[in-house]
C-alpha cells in the first residue's frame, strides 16, 4: 500500500503563562495516508447515531498517538472512529469539525 496523502495530527497542549493565564497551544504532526471513501452501509449506520462521515484514512499503527483531531488539505477533521484491520495499519473515519474557535 502506497501512503502518499500527507495529513497533519493536531494535539493541544495547556500551560501557564507569566500572568497565570492558561495557554493552549495546538502542535501539529504531519503523517503520510491513505485517503479512502466511506462505504454506504457505514455511512448510514453513522448517520442513525448521530456522526456525519465524510472520509476515511489509512495511516501505520504506530503513527497515531491517540489524537482526536486532524487536518487534510487544510481542512480540519474530528477522528470519530478507529479500527485496527490487523495488518500494521489503522483507518480513522472523520467528519467536519464544526466546533468555531477549538
Known sequence: MRL???IYFASKTYSTD????QVIEEKLR?????????GTNEFY???TAGM??????EVRKFDYKGEDKV??????YKIIRTYDNQSG??????EGDVHVGS
Request: proline share 5%.
Open 4 to 6: 502518499i496523502t500527507p
Open 18 to 21: 507569566e500572568a497565570g493565564d
Open 30 to 38: 504531519k503523517v503520510l495516508s491513505n485517503k479512502k471513501s466511506v
Open 45 to 47: 449506520q453513522a448517520h
Open 52 to 57: 456525519k462521515p465524510e472520509f476515511k484514512i
Open 71 to 76: 487536518i487534510v488539505d487544510n481542512v480540519s
Open 89 to 94: 495499519f489503522l483507518e480513522l473515519t472523520l
